[in-house]
Each structure stands twice: as C-alpha cells, then as structure tokens.
C-alpha cells in the first residue's frame, strides 16, 4: 500500500494522514473528545470516531462516521451515547482504497483481558511483512489499515499485562507512530522511538466532585492547539521511544527503546500543524515567520508586493516582508466554502480548475512585480496554475519564494506524498523548475536557511540532524522494510473487501 | 446471546433466522444470486448481502446493505461491481443485537491461501464456549454472529486445504448450520449432520460460449424457490452431514461424519418455508393443505365458514374446508403495504394494534360461526387480537385450529423464538389457552397428525422421529453446549462495540 | 395529460389514482388520518400528506412525503407535529410527470377568509382548459396537478362564504372528483354529479371530555375499509353531486346540481376496492365472488383447478370454484416482498420479468388443466408471461376467465389506463387475445353478467346503466373537453417546473 | 416579517441575503452559473438554486436545494439536466422561517407569455401591504419569500410585453432590489432606484462557433468576483433605477425611473463584498484597507501588535499596521472546518462557545499589547468572547478598532441585522461598550471617516450622502411602508405552510 499514487486527493500537497487526542478523569470526556478532534481536523477530514469508556459499568462505546467531526458528532444524542470519563479520538485522511466505515478508527477490539481501542498517527514501515506473517498465523484482518497489526500483535502476545503486550508489539514494528491507547486501566500515549510524529501531553486541573482533593484530567493529543479548545494546559512532549500510562494515580512514563536522540518531523512546522500550536519547543507560527525571514535573506528579489498563497504561506508571507521591507497584501483570495462534493466541470471550464479555490485580487497585483510566497512544490501543477493566474491580473513579474527546500524523496512515515516520480523536484532543476511553472525567478529556502530559522544557527549536522527531513535530503532515519521488499515483488493486499 | 427475547421483532411468530444462496459457473453470478436471494426474501428482510468472486483475475467482490434484496441490489451499478462466474449470498433475520453492517452476511476474510465467504443459517450451540477459546489464543472478532466462528476455526486449522480446515473447523462445532462456502478453487455446500436446516442443489444447462460442450451451472439455495427463480432444475436435497464441492469438474461430495438419520425441521413445513418450495421430498403446500385435513379430521366442530389468518394459514385452511365440506373464504384481509418503519400509535390508538395488518372482511364473519386456521401460537397476543377483531365483526361463534401441535419450547437451532417462560403453551393447558385468546373452541393437530400429514402414517416414532420437533416435544437432537452453562452463568457477549 | 402513457407504472394494471380520507373532532385527528390513510394505501403508494387543523390557535399543519404512509408518518415525532381535532389526508398514485413533493396532496393554501386544503380523488376533463384561462387571467400554479384548479377557482370567486366559494368552483369544472376539504370553519366533503369516484360517511360516538355530553367525531373516506381501522362506523355513502359540511354542529347536506342518477365506477368492484370495504350497498369481496360464480356459469370449462392470479383474482376465483365444483388451489405464489426500488435485471435475465412477483408452485399444476381467474387484462404482457409461467409448471391445459369484460376504452375518470391503442381488446378479438397470450381458451364476463353479478337480474339498461362502465363500453358519462380538443391540438403542459 | 429576531443565525454578525447571477449566451450557461455563484457563496450558504433556458426546445429547467453550491451542484448529471444558453442563479440565506425548498430562489412561473424565473437580492419594504391586497384579488403564494410579490404583479399586469410588465410590477413594490429574470426572450438586470444592493455587467468575447462573427455572452452578477470565476471582463455597474434588457441584438437599457443620485450600500465595503471585488468603482480590498489607514489616524495607540479578527478584519488590520507601524501578526487562527451541523455543547463546555471558530495564536500575544481590528459590533457577544480570549492568551492590553462606525440602526433593505433593542450602540456609549466587551479602549471609524476612505475627502455630504448609511445614521432613503403599519399592527403572515 505504500507509495501509491494518493488518487482523490491528488491535488499537489502533502496531506497529513491523522490527528490523536485523549483524555483521562473527564466529565463528558466524549464531548471533550470531539471539541480536541476539532481543533485536529486539519490533519484528517475524511472520516473521524471516539471510543469512550464508562468505568460506571457500561463499558465501552463507539462512534465513528465519514466527514467532518461537526458532522459526524454534531448531534447531542451521539455525544451522550459516549458516556464515561475517558475516551480517545482519531481523525483520518484516508490515503489508499475508499474510505469504508471498517478503516476509520480508533480501531477497537475485545480481548481475553478486556476491551482495547487504539488511535494511530503514522505509518508503519513493515507492515505488509507482519501483516503476511499474521494471516499465516491465523490471524484474520477486519480493515485495510496498518493499524490493525497493533492489535493482532497485542491479541497474541504471550504476556499477560497490556503494558506487557503492548511493548511486546511495538518491538516486532518498525516505523513511525504516534499512538493513543484506551483500556479499562487507563490510557496509553506512545510516541516511536524517533518522535516522528507528535505527541503532547496536557492536563485539566479541577476540583473534584466533593470539592475537596484535586485529581486532574490528563490529556494527549497531536498538537497543542487540541490543549487550548479543551482549557488544558500544556504539559510537555511525550518524548520519543516513550509510552506514557495514565490513570488514577497519574502519569506513569517507560522507556522500553532505551534513550535516542529524536527525529521529529520537519514537515510539521512548514506546513501541516496549525499555526497556534507549539510543538517540540517551537511555537509553529513564529518557525514559519523566521522561515520566512531567512528566505528573504537567502533569495532577496526587487518587488513591489509579497502575496502569501493562502492559507499556510501567510505566516512565511509576513516574515518576508518584514525582512525585505516590501509591502505584504492578500493578493490571493481564497474560497473557503468548498462543499463536499465539488462543482465537476465541463470540459470546457475544466482548465477554469484551480480558481475554485483560489481568486486573484486584481487591485493589488496590476501593474506589479509580485512576489509569491509558498510553502512546498510538490507535483508543480498548482504553482503553475497560481502564476498563471497572478500573471493574467496583471503581475508584470512573478518571483516564487518556497519555504521549505525541494521536496525531492516521499514520505513513508506518515505523510501522503506521490511516489518520487511524480515529484518535480526530484527530476528537474530549480531553473527547469522555475520554467515549468511559469515563474520569472524561483528559489527554495536552503536546507541549513531551514535549520537556521528553527533555532539552529549552525545549519543542519549531517550527523545528528534533529529533524527528519528526508522528504528533503533522502536521509530515511527509519528502515523501508516494505518497500525494500517491493522493490522485487509487490506486497499483496491481503483484504480486498470493498463494501 | 441464546435465548435471549427477541427485542423489536417480538411479534408473536417464530422467525426465520436466514437464507443462503450460492452460484458456480454462470453468466451474471452476481444478478443471478440476487435474484435467488429475492426469492428467498421470506426467510430474512433485515439486511442481505452478496460476494463474488471473478476468475479473470479481479478476485473477490462483496455489497451488503440493510434492506430488502430489491433495495440494496436494485441498482444495475451495484450488480455490476459484483462481476465474475461464481457467488454466494444471504438474507439475514437479526435476532440479537443491533443490525450492523460489519454483521451482514456473507463473512469475507482472506487467509494465507486466498479469499472465503460464508454464508450461515442456522445457529451454533457452543458458539460463546468456542469463542472464548479463540478470543483466549488471540483471535480478534468482527462481528457479533456465531458465524464468525467458522472463519476463525478455518483461519486457524493446521490442515492445507480449505476443504480439510473446513472439516477441521465444522468437527469442532455444535449447533444446526446450512452453510455455502466460495472460495476461488470452488462452491461448497455443507449441511449440519442431523441437517435440521435445508439445503438443496439445483443445476442449470446451458450451451457453453462457443456452442460445442455444456458445463452446467451449479446451485446451492436454502429452498427450491430459489432455483426455479434463476431457471435451475431442482436436482436433490444436500444430505444431512453431506459437504458438496462444485468446481469446473462438477459436484464431489464427501461425509465426514458418516451417515446418520437426519432430523429435517419440522416447523419449516408448516411456516418458514414459501409455499412453492420441495424440501426432503414434500412439497410445501401440499404438506400444509394435509395438515388442514388432519387437522380438521382431529378437531372437526360444526360451523359456517373456514377462514385462514393470512397468508400462513391459507394452505391449511383450504384443506381443512374440503376436508370439512365447511365453504373456505378469505374473512380476513392482510395489508400488504406496511412500510419500513411502522406508524407509531399515541396512547389513544395503541389497541387498534393488529389491525393495521390485518382487518375483517365484515360481510363473510357476520352472524357467522367461524373457524379460525392459524399456524401456530406462539405468546398468543395476536391470536387474541385476530378472535377479537373477527368477533367485533359480528362472528357469533370463533374457533381457533392450529396446523402445529402446541409450541411449548424455545427453539435453539436457528428459529428466533421466545424464551420458554413467554410461550402461552409451555405454561397453559389448551382449555386455558382458548379462555386467554377469547376463542370458544381451540384445538391444534397433534403431534402423531402432524407425522402422518407429513406421510408417516404410523405418526411419531419416538426412536427415530425423522423430524426436529423440538418445539412441540422438547427432545432436542443436539446438545445444547452454551445454555447448560449459561444455567450456571452466563456467556459473556465478547464484543460490545455499538458503531 | 389525459391520455398519456403511463411511464414507469406500465405494468399492465390499470392503477387507482387517489385515496382521500378526513376527520372532524377526533382526538389525535392526525393519527387517525394517518391510520385512515394506511388502510387506503392500496390506492396509491407513491406519495402521501396530511393536513391538520388546530383550532386552539396554533392553525394549519401540513407534511407530505414520497413514500408509503408507514413510511412517511411512521415518527412520532411527525405525528406530533400535526396537532389539532380536524384533518384532511391524500394517498397518491402519479400518473404523470415525475413525482414531486409539489404535486402531493393535500394541496393548501392561504386565502383571504383563512386557510385551506383540498385532498382530490378523480381527474377533471375540462381541467387544461380551465387551466389556460386561470393562467390568462394572472393565476401562478404551484403544481402540475388537476386538482389545482380548484384551489384558484375557489381564490377567485366573488362569493364570500367558502360554501359558496366551493360551489362556484365546482359548478365551473368537469370530471370526476371526490373531493375532501378543510377549513377552519369546518370539514367538507363532495362527490361529482354521477358520483363516479366513491367517498363514504362514518362515525365515531365518543364521550366527551367531561363524560357527560356527546358530540360525534365525523369521518370522510374513499372507503369503507378505513372507517374500520380508526373503530368509525359506516353511516351512509355521499351522494352523487352531493356537499356534505361538517362542523360542531353536525352534518349538512347541499346539492347544487340538483337530483341525478349516479354512474359509480364499476371498476371499483373489479379491481380496485379493498375487499372488505362496502360501498354503494355492495360488499366488494361477495359482489368479485358472485362475478366468479357468474363467470363460471358463462363460460364453463371441465378442468382439474381453478387457480386465482394472486391477489385480486382470489375472491372471483372461489366464486368460479363453488360455482363449477372444481377446486380451487393457490397454484400461483406471490411475493410480497419486492423493495422501493427493484433488481434491474441484466440483458440475460430479463425475461425472468414477472418471475420477480409470481411463482408457480409447481405441484398443484403440473399434469393438470387449469383454469387461471384474473380481474382484466390490460395490455396482455402479464398475461402471456402468466400463461407461460403455468404452461412451463407443467400444466396440459390453461384456461384464461376474466372477472370484467374486454377493456377496450381508456378511462379519463381518475384512472391510470394506456392510451386505447395499446388496450389489447381495443385491437382484437376474444380469439385473437387467447392466442396472444397463450391460452387454450379465454372467456370474459358479459357486461350483463356483471350488473347481474352486482345485483340487476336484468342485466345492464343502456338508458340508465347505472354504473360508469365506459371501459368496457365506451358509452362515456362526462363530456371530455380536453380531449376532444386534444383531437385537433394537444394541450400544452403549463408548468414544466423539474425541481 | 420584518425586523424579526434572526433565530438561529443570531451569531453576532449582520449576514447578506443573497447572490444573483445570470448569464446570457454562453455554452454550458448552466455550469458557468454554478460557478458563478460559487464565487458568491459568502453572499449566502444556506440554499442555492439554478433556472436554465433552451431555445433548442426542451424550455425552462430548475434544480434548488439546500446547502453550498459544490454541494447542490457538484454531481455532472445535475449540471447536464441544466441545458441551455442562458440562465439565472440565486444563493440565498434565509432570514425568517424554516429554509423550505419552495422558497429557494429563482422563483419560476409559467404566464401566458410563457415562462420566467426571477432571483431577488435585497428586501421589499412594503411587501406585506402588496401581499395582502394580492391574497384579496385571488393570487394564491407558493412561498414566504418577499420575492413571489413580483412574480404575482408581473403575472396580473395588464400590460403585454415582459418587459412592460416587469416595469409595472416595479413601480408597484418599493425597496432594495437587484433582480436577474429570466424568459425567452431574453436576460433582464434590474436595480432599484437607489441602487442599494450591487448589481454588475460583464462580457465574455468568444468565437462563435462558426468561427466567422463573434456574439459575446453576457453576464449580471451581485459582485465582480463572479466574472473573474467565469472568464468575463468586467463592463460596468448596472446603475440605479435602470433595467438592462440582453439578447442576441446586444444590451438595451431603459431607465422608467428616470435619473436620480444612488445610495449604494456602504456596508459592503466593510464586511459583505468578497475583497477582490469592485463595486460602486473601488475595489473592496484597498476600501478596507484604507478604512484601515483612515482608522488608525482617528485612534491611534500605542501597542505591541495589530491583530485582525479573521477573516473580514484583515485588510484593516493591514491598513492600520501600515499607518501606525505597529507590526501586524495572525495573533487570531480561524478553524474553517465548521461542518454543516455543529457539535452541539453539554452545559460544562457551553461557555467555551467562540473557541470552536477562533483560538488565540499564544505566541503573538503572550505579554503583549494588543489592537484588535474588527469590522463590526451588533450584539457585542462575539467581541467579549474575543477579547476574553485574547487577553487570556497573555496579553497585557487589548484595544479594539472597528472599521465602521457604531451599528445604531436595523437594516431593512437586506441585511439581516436584529432588532433595535438588540443594537449594542443603539443603546450605549461607546466608553459604556468598551466596559461591556472588556476592551481597554474601543474606538470606531466616524462616519466622515469613512466617506474619506471611500474617497469622499469632504466626508458626509447629508443632503446627497451617496451611499446608504442608515445602520449608523438612521437615515432610512426608502420608505418602510410595512414597519410603519407594524408598529400599529402586526402583519399577518398568509402562509404557514411547513412542509
């Protein structure tokens, strides 16, 4: 399943395939549950569930449904068929096959120990390996979804804590993962022992019922910005390789890998996490402004205007304008009432395309030289079209600012990018670049430009990079072990359900 | 899950829990299984579902829905992405839990070897003691069914061939099951060894595509109104503990478990099965119009006019009018239009119940001495109902017959029944039971009448009574694994999830 | 869009265009509708409304829907929302154009004196006439129905009282209509001059709130089979030209057009009344049995079985059964269980057509002659694939006897026929048809035989018939002045509104 | 209906309450409307609607529903049942009453003349006078819409061109009014006397389809915004009073008011216009922006950072940075993934209300002090909320700076504002509404201001103002013939149809 051309969603961005959250000792914990998914939805829009528990004795209780979480929990009798003080949430972008009911998680499963819900953020880089391994063991398949190997491997782990299983199943999987972990005990965050992808952890303090001792609510989510909706204070990263067990008696941490210096994804501060939240150290909006800052250093161009590409080049937008001393106005305007299906065009205003979204704001752009700040190239198509367009309303020079270095190599970690072929950066040069898309200069923030405006004034170490940014510089700091394999022979699908 | 009240379908008739319909070799396998599937629409309305499995190469294609067959499969796109020369379906009755999708049936799982659908009727009688066993060695369920049982056992076995792990599996269940099996090397048909619930293979010739040869089509179908739906011929019962095998080189057959003197249900003579089917080598209605002159032959009573409860009770009715010489008329009216969901009455309306099905045909009752025939009486509720109705409508005598003898125990081998407590016959002599339906007279066949209706002129050997006749006499054939225990505690439900 | 053929319902039946069903002073008005409306589904299935009147203030309430009433107001929830002691509900059979929410009755609107709503069983012949010159004059029409017509006329009128509104308006239209009608003032009900469409009065003696006095709840329906269902009893049917008012007061009569012998459908005795209604003095179930028993004195046959076409011809049949002593079987097996939508079959199974409804049950037939009894035959595609089906069961003879005469003229009265050219018996004679579909014989009832059937031992008097019978024998009772215009120059279709 | 509270859209913002577009001579008219009003979806989301016309002969097609356009016309096969080269679009948000599908616009009828489809922006204030006496005269209403006024004058004028008609009906109704109708004759624009609400034309030159001569295709739209979708060039306003009548022979123009000063709205300038349209000659971005500059000179302040409240408070925002050289940050981040429904609160989590839409970028405002840039304040509850947020968020002082003047008056002539009562500034002091939303300091733009913005270096000219400012001087240019009569006596609405 992996590298596959991303299909529906082939509109020439990465897209971020998930975003976690839990929470432990909550009153309407379903409820602050769908409020964080919420605050996540720009890292999953396709499908969404919850799965809470009720300590009460009711067990546990599932919700999930396609679409937006305002509509698949927007209804008060599906909020308060999720009773119970702890649950946990999974927003998802589906990256491969349709989007059936049976992929969208948190998957949930009964054990002979009990129930277990698992939410993932990630992308294990054997899994067709294991998931070979365990239909020859018996073991049958309900989703298309990587995630399921997690349960398998706990079902059949010989030891009889779910720590222990737990534990016993993230040694036998290699690649990267942010989890969220619901059971009768407590609940689990674990983040891989790179710290691909994020992991936070919060906490609610309140009184108790009595109003006399005060147990905190604990929450775990992707981003921190699922902290604020719910009133939560930030508490800290969940470090890499770690596993975090919350319950009554708070916040347990094992380091089952041993200690390892991070990999976290670079990718997240450039495009994908929201603006507001802050994330391994850094607060998200300023890493972009300093990214855009350091771009106008490295790729300084006379114009008359710097125009962000809506939404996310705004912040890199601001901060090259500030650093060039050239004016920043919204000279693209973007649509944001995108219904769910989309106006399918005829063939004659099919090449009228990109516009749907995007409309040039003529008035500050006639006349001028015009300087587009973006955040990543990936297939090439949009850019061509965002200059066209800047072009026929009149921009008498159009220079193009990326504020990340080329996207050269795919993401197998998590990200839905195109298999490499299809990356113009990895098969053309700047200028071939720059003329494909129609620009009269394009330039790329440098990947030590990157580094630097993330707190780094050294630049990248080769040795030790902090990051993973190997969309960027090839440098996989995890195994490939699928793909490897199918560089001979193509893993096969085993389920090929289709309902 | 055994024995539980039958929760919204409790209205006081026995349910069929399932029909299953299979394909080898045709044209349209797909269409032809939903057409198959439409007949057999009687024996499960509450959701339905179809695999198929293309040969060229596209492999295995499932569609369920909740629904009539007509609904879900009512568009030619659906029926299209059902391609290939081979199909198994099911029409599901739900009698526990909430009708899900990840329940309908046909089960899909893909194993080490390949894809395999199963269809089920029937019921499994050790399904919760086998399914804490496998939940134990790490096995994950989907779906709530008992049916889900088979996957796993075949999932697991240690044998090589999908016939020899289905043996494996089928060795360790207990319980009544008509199962098809659709696997890319075949068609299997396989009937529980006492073969409570039927199963019948039809065959189609047909001119193969270059005109030369004839390989027929196979079929396998739960009653022999399927076949005469897609043009098969009728070609025999499968025989209890038989497993057929249909590939391109035709029907094997083999008999794991030897050969047995089978125990047909006899309650599908006398309700279940639709009146134009041959089952175990009596056709339905005429069994049905025997049973009215046995019936009238034990119970004759001097009156005005047969009139049959309809449909069910037409057969018998007309039988036991010319048996009588009393004149047969259709005094009661069913209204077929009852949508989806039902009218729900306010307070005020709430005892006009029974009659939104049902009304009297004023002129043929009044001033009349009427016999009622019905099927059977399960709680009574509608029996009363009915003599009330015919009674406001003027009858000045109502006599209650009833083609089956009392049902005094609930039924574990796949009919949906009541639990024993809420059957009126199991707790009420027959005199009482005329007082609480308000009938002047009751009677119902009895059991020797039923045996000889059905061409046992002997009636009832008690040795080897031929037929499952539980219900009336509470000698169950098969062991009853999972109640004896649940007496002490009972089987916990493994899997809660509510999505 | 008289005349027109019927589109999807092309089924070779002709079909029922209305129910109408009103109440006055009833507790629950809406639910009773809703109930009234249930029984009178069998005359149409596609749509369905209720208009409710609340005179504690809070006025009119009205909801509609696409569907059977089971489905429609199966939520108490809708229910509830039509509150108030008066009601007025429509059950609609489409015959034109698609089916939409526009077109469902009853029809409302706000006038001057309040408002109003009008539920029409019937098709007026004048109506695009009438139609072009309200449209001359400034009137906008909502809908493509007939029945709007009224709606302006009555808008329209110079006369104060609604009465007297209502009767200006039906002075100025032709056709056939029953009609119900709601105001605040009072429910009215009104049958047209030849009281061709039926429309009965019943009652309901309650006690009042507060014990003590009396004041009977009034109920208006196109039959009696619904007075059954909501405990009514049968006072009377309207008349022919006859208004009835119904307010606190009790029931008034007018009769604008003065005295007129009525002219009721005839057909209504065939085919589409319930069994167990009674209307114009004639249960419908004894006058379709003693057509049977007539049917078989004319045209005796020696045969082995009289076997009904399911489920109109049943009554007919056990009439044709007593009369020849043969006996009668239920030779041919309907399904009731055919969906919303249906299976669409493939190119290969299309001629499988009928099969989807009927099955033969093959053991009553096979080796035997058969008598078939059916209602009427239409186009004669049912028949000939019914003839086909029972040849193929293995009958050696099939004899065809029809409950009607030859219908060789369409009906522009409120029922769905197609176009005379494509009426079978329009086009060929006895001979000719029994060859067409396939039958060893075919014989129809004589139009004497069947006034003698409904009670005129003298047969049909062609100076006062009596009944409408212009299908059978094209003597037409109301001028059809659309037609006839229709002959020269078809009217055009004002509103063509798709939405 | 006037002046009723807004229900459920009572969200602290005066909403637009509509789009029109309409397109004459163009291929694929039906799809290019789509289009059209995708690009004036921010005009209104709640439903949305389409009329073609096909001179080839197959006339007038609708298709309404509820929701965006993408989502009402995202499917091709509605598109191609929308043939033709003309067409009228409308997108509505509905003010009052449940959004029932009849009362999406365009409007359509069928006259004699044959037919014609009108979409409305704006208010008719004396609608419910004209509706009275139409209701007296006959005229029955499908909707509750203002707008079906027209469709009932054109249709009773005694006038027999359309256009002769139209001007009738016009001189008729008094109020805001920008019309696109629809006949086969030809393409009509109008704006009412003041030319309150925008109305613009634009030209597509395109070959003809020959090759030889060129036709252009004509466009009328609310905002420029829709031509650029489309590919037209802008051509001019439609100017106050006048009526453009397009066909084949080009734009014809009639001006039955004669000549007279316009009072276009000022209010799209500041929030409803999209920003790179151009309307009344200035582009709406650079509008804002200068009211931005022109703000920042009336109230400066001495702060850390200049914050907009996204999305509408950006260009000020930038204008104010600009002016005062304080920097400008995105210290609010919007969350655009609001579904159609919402996650409805528990009580424990209502009061995180505004959170679901805006959350604090911390980072930006932590220890700072900060201006927010807002366009408007109506009720005051959503700038408390903010300015909790934001001060919650850490900042040290929060100023707030509004880009209009206080919001004193009700708007009648289009806009959904609430009552008086409910007018924060209609009822307070400012330094009273600083204390109220607990703003450190809150200043407005005054009214000569903004007339400077706009280019008006004078300011507020209060004999010819040139725009209408009623909202904030309560200079009301059209008379409000219903209020009046509705502070006596309270309009009955004539229709409360609710299906």
Chains 1, 2, 3, 4 share one sequence.
């Not at 769908?34 to 829009?45: P, S, V």
């Not at 609510?217 to 992707?222: D, E, F, M, P």
């Not at 300023?286 to 080049?313: N, Q, Y």
């Not at 193009?400 to 190599?409: A, D, E, G, L, V």
Request: hydrophobic content about 40%.
């Amino acid at each position: 399943m992996l590298g596959e051309p991303s299909g529906p969603h082939d509109d020439d961005k990465p897209h971020e395939e998930c975003g976690v959250f839990g929470i432990w000792n909550a009153h309407d914990a379903g409820a602050m549950t769908a409020l964080g998914l919420h605050a996540l939805q720009h890292r999953g829009q396709e499908a969404t569930g919850i799965v809470s528990f009720d300590k009460q004795g009711s067990g546990f209780h599932t919700h999930k449904g396609l679409g937006l979480v305002g509509d698949v929990f927007g209804d008060a009798r599906i909020i308060g068929a999720l009773p119970g003080h702890a649950a946990v949430g999974h927003n998802r972008y589906a990256t491969t096959g349709a989007t059936v009911i049976r992929n969208v998680q948190p998957l949930y499963a009964e054990f002979e120990f009990g129930g277990l819900a698992v939410g993932h953020n990630g992308n294990l880089t054997n899994a067709a390996n294991l998931r070979r391994a365990l239909v020859r063991r018996g073991c049958i398949f309900q989703s298309t979804t990587d995630s399921e190997v997690f349960i398998h491997l706990i079902a059949i782990s010989l030891y009889s804590s779910v720590t222990d299983r737990l534990t016993d199943a993230l040694k036998q999987v290699i690649g990267a993962y942010s989890l969220v972990v619901l059971t009768q005990e407590g609940l689990i965050g674990v983040r891989d022992p790179l710290g691909v992808r994020p992991l936070i952890l919060g906490r609610i303090d309140q009184p108790s019922e009595n109003g006399l001792e005060t147990k905190p609510s604990w929450v775990l989510a992707s981003e921190s910005c699922a902290l604020d909706i719910v009133g939560a204070e930030f508490e800290r990263d969940i470090e890499p390789g770690e596993i975090v067990i919350i319950n009554d008696d708070g916040v347990r941490s094992i380091r089952p890998f041993g200690n390892q210096a991070g990999r976290f994804c670079v990718f997240e501060y450039i495009y994908f996490a929201r603006p507001d939240s802050v994330l391994d150290g850094h607060g998200v909006y300023e890493a972009r402004k300093r990214i855009g800052v350091e771009l106008a250093r490295e790729s300084a161009i006379e114009a008359d205007v710097i125009v962000p590409v809506p939404d996310s080049g705004v912040p890199s937008a601001i901060g090259f304008a500030v650093a060039s001393g050239i004016p920043f106005e919204l000279g693209i305007i973007r649509n944001h009432y995108v219904g769910r299906t989309f106006i399918e065009p005829t063939d004659q205003i099919r090449n009228l395309g990109v516009k749907l979204k995007h409309s040039a704001n003529k008035a500050m752009i006639e006349g001028k030289r015009v300087v587009l700040v973006d955040d990543s190239i990936v297939r090439g198509t949009t850019s061509r079209k965002i200059v066209e367009m800047v072009r026929a309303a009149g921009a008498t020079e159009v220079h193009m600012r990326i504020s990340s270095p080329p996207t050269t190599h795919s993401c197998f970690y998590g990200i839905d990018t195109p298999e490499r072929g299809k990356l113009l950066a990895a098969n053309h040069s700047v200028e071939e670049m720059a003329r494909l898309i129609g620009a009269d200069s394009l330039a790329f923030i440098s990947i030590d430009g990157l580094y630097r405006a993330l707190g780094r004034p050294e630049g990248r170490d080769p040795e030790t990079p902090h990051y993973c940014d190997a969309c960027f510089t090839g440098d996989y700091p995890i195994s490939l072990a699928d793909i490897d394999e199918n560089s001979r022979a193509r893993a096969p699908v085993l389920v090929s359900e289709a309902s």
